[in-house]
């Protein structure tokens, strides 16, 4: 054939392999004065805390100066994160850049005593917050940085490393925020105080528990008792008991503060699984990781990672659910299908509104398995559902005994049946509320979560299986929740019952986060998302919604106040539901449908 001689003789000459230079090499001058200066920071920052500790003028402002402590811990940790991984795991693009961006966060805790001196409490809250908020969004930000800038030459694991332990320290640093400027209220003192009675009286009996006021080190004010009657005159809580055990050894370890820092680690979890779930579906892992760091470090994530709700830990293991199927698909290893199961089978013990998780997830699972693995089918379906029969069993056991019932979540079906969820039912408002409502809505909030929701339609094209598993679930969950007339929540944070289905989504925005055709509607949801996330960081106040009028937020007072601008003129009340709501609330939906096409049609021009 014509060329194959000349191609025998003269093989195209290959590249020299290009040795990796040693660490002393690539730790340059610059990168190590660098260093000094962030532990020089460091070091001026633990003198600061010695003084203010031991500085009794201090005393005035009551539990605000432990925020310091936390907050030099926080640093020296990130600091020893990026110098283990730059050192150890040679991360070694855009180091400097990073180390930069490290001293100018480092320096902002230094600000805080002075903060502690305003002679006014409410200014010195806001001023303390404001900065924290900056300082941990500022951490998440270098970390997600450092992360991009080593996409390719890190390892998948080192990656997955470097998100779970960036991850949790900033929602640590959220902790260590809370503890100190907010309590607890809601549902959440209710759940720890169940926790209590693991710890010391080692049963889930509540009534000594109530009557002996042992939730007065966290909830400083006469709570009323949220049991049921259970078996021999017991009070057993009826919230799901999920939640108050996966806290208990946190609890018993450092009471509240522990159990807090168990949801970090639940949500550092989540956080992971967007990235991982990113990946599955197909996505570049430089997308993967931005991904990570737009709906790990925005509302609703960052506003309930420290909140005692099973939201994050719901969400989780839905999703983790999804990745290991994903895995499934691509191995076939039936083991992966027991994780699957199991994960699965703990979701109703957190809470009786993840069966609409279960259901439809266990469907497209089933469906996949009946198409694609016929000839094991069996071994594969005993796999996917004997973990949730044995907790099942193990369920109508706890209730039997604790109830007098075999039914599992008896404590919630008890409660619905005096107090019914389901009675007035209005689905379209539901939706509509948790989508739009400026209280409780998703978009309000967080618009960047629209590119999650555009995202799905390419993920179906691009991995089929695994993303109507996600869009099943949430879905599910969602209308589920739209039904419902506790769809607003009451007193709790946004966006709780929007929070699970939204993070299902979340991976799926790295299919279309780099269409740049929309840069300027990408650019002003994520400022607006971003300025969310601060406010929700560092106000804690603003969290919750004002008792006077429950259709009007914290935050939307407090953006009156010094901004002279009211919500009211651009999202609606759903809770309030007058006809200029209705009319808003339209409009919404119309913007929001426009935005997806929009998106989408963005991604078609490209690909074509």
């Known amino acids: 054939m014509y060329g194959t001689e000349s191609l025998r003789t003269s093989p195209r000459p290959q590249p020299p392999i290009e040795q990796p230079a040693p660490i002393d090499s690539l730790w340059s001058s610059p990168s190590r004065e660098l260093t000094v200066a962030v532990a020089a920071l460091n070091v001026g920052l633990v003198v600061v805390v010695r003084h203010v500790l031991h500085t009794a003028g201090y005393a005035i402002t009551g539990r605000l100066p432990a925020l310091l402590p936390w907050t030099l811990a926080i640093n020296v940790s990130f600091f020893a994160l990026i110098v283990s991984f730059?050192?150890?795991?040679?991360?070694?693009?855009?180091?400097?850049?990073?180390?930069?961006?490290?001293?100018?966060?480092?320096?902002?805790?230094l600000?805080?005593?002075?903060?502690?001196?305003?002679?006014?409490?409410?200014?010195?809250?806001?001023?303390?917050?404001?900065?924290?908020?900056?300082?941990?969004?500022?951490?998440?930000?270098?970390?997600?940085?450092?992360?991009?800038?080593?996409?390719?030459?890190?390892?998948?694991?080192?990656?997955?490393?470097?998100?779970?332990?960036?991850?949790?320290?900033?929602?640590?640093?959220?902790?260590?925020?809370m503890r100190v400027s907010s309590r607890i209220t809601g549902d959440e003192p209710h759940y720890?105080?169940?926790?209590?009675?693991?710890?010391?009286?080692?049963?889930?009996?509540?009534?000594?528990?109530?009557?002996?006021?042992?939730y007065l080190s966290y909830y400083p004010r006469l709570m009323a008792p949220e049991t049921v009657p259970g078996r021999n005159g017991t009070a057993m809580l009826w919230h799901d008991v999920g939640l108050p055990i996966l806290m208990a050894p946190g609890y018993a370890w450092a009471g509240w503060t522990g159990a807090m820092l168990t949801v970090n680690i639940v949500s550092s979890l989540l956080a992971l699984g967007i990235?991982?779930?990113?990946?599955?579906?197909?996505?570049?892992?430089?997308?993967?990781?931005?991904?990570?760091?737009?709906?790990?470090f925005s509302a609703p994530l960052m506003i309930y990672n420290s909140q005692l709700y099973p939201e994050t830990a719901g969400a989780a293991g839905a999703l983790w659910a999804v990745i290991l199927f994903s895995r499934f698909i691509q191995v076939g290893k039936t083991r992966l299908l027991w994780y699957v199961g199991t994960l699965l089978a703990l979701l109703p013990w957190l809470c009786i509104r993840y069966w609409m998780y279960v259901g439809p997830l266990l469907a497209v699972i089933a469906l996949f398995i009946f198409i694609h693995r016929r000839p094991r089918s069996g071994a594969h379906l005993t796999a996917l559902a004997l973990p949730l029969c044995l907790s099942l069993a193990v369920f109508a056991w706890f209730d039997s005994r604790h109830f007098g019932t075999l039914l599992p979540n008896a404590g919630y079906l008890r409660v619905a049946a005096v107090y019914p969820q389901y009675a007035h039912i209005e689905p379209l408002r539901g939706l509509l509320g948790l989508m739009f409502d400026r209280l409780q809505g998703i978009i309000p909030i967080a618009p960047i979560c629209l590119w999650a929701l555009a995202g799905l339609l390419p993920g179906l094209k691009k991995a089929l299986w695994p993303v109507a598993a996600l869009a099943a679930a949430s879905f599910s969950y969602l209308v589920f929740m739209a039904f419902s007339q506790n769809w607003p929540g009451g007193?709790?944070?946004?966006?709780?019952?929007?929070?699970?289905?939204?993070?299902?989504?979340?991976?799926?925005?790295?299919?279309?986060?780099?269409?740049?055709?929309?840069?300027?509607?990408?650019?002003?949801a994520f400022l607006w998302s971003a300025l969310m996330a601060i406010a929700y960081t560092g106000f804690s106040a603003v969290r919750y919604p004002h008792m006077i009028d429950l259709a009007t937020s914290q935050l939307d007072l407090l953006i009156r106040m010094h901004f002279k601008f009211d919500f009211d003129l651009v999202f609606p009340s759903l809770i309030r539901n007058t006809r200029g709501d209705q009319i808003l609330a339209a409009v919404w939906a119309?913007?929001?449908?426009?935005?997806?096409?929009?998106?989408?049609?963005g991604r078609n021009r490209e690909s074509a």
């Open 111 to 177: 600000v805080l005593p002075r903060v502690l001196r305003l002679p006014r409490p409410e200014e010195r809250l806001y001023a303390l917050g404001l900065i924290q908020a900056v300082f941990l969004l500022g951490l998440a930000s270098v970390a997600v940085f450092y992360a991009w800038a080593n996409a390719h030459p890190a390892s998948r694991r080192s990656l997955r490393v470097w998100i779970l332990c960036a991850s949790m320290l900033v929602y640590a640093g959220t902790t260590g925020w």
């Open 192 to 214: 720890l105080l169940l926790s209590h009675s693991l710890v010391h009286d080692h049963d889930f009996d509540l009534s000594n528990n109530y009557a002996h006021h042992d």
């Open 590 to 601: 119309f913007l929001t449908v426009a935005c997806l096409w929009l998106l989408n049609l």
């Open 86 to 109: 730059a050192l150890l795991g040679n991360w070694q693009q855009r180091l400097n850049q990073v180390l930069c961006g490290t001293v100018v966060v480092s320096a902002l805790p």
């Open 491 to 524: 007193d709790c944070p946004p966006a709780r019952y929007t929070l699970g289905a939204v993070l299902l989504w979340a991976p799926a925005a790295a299919l279309v986060l780099r269409r740049w055709t929309q840069r300027w509607l990408f650019g002003a």
């Open 275 to 296: 990235f991982e779930a990113a990946v599955e579906l197909g996505a570049a892992t430089g997308s993967a990781i931005l991904v990570w760091g737009l709906f790990a």
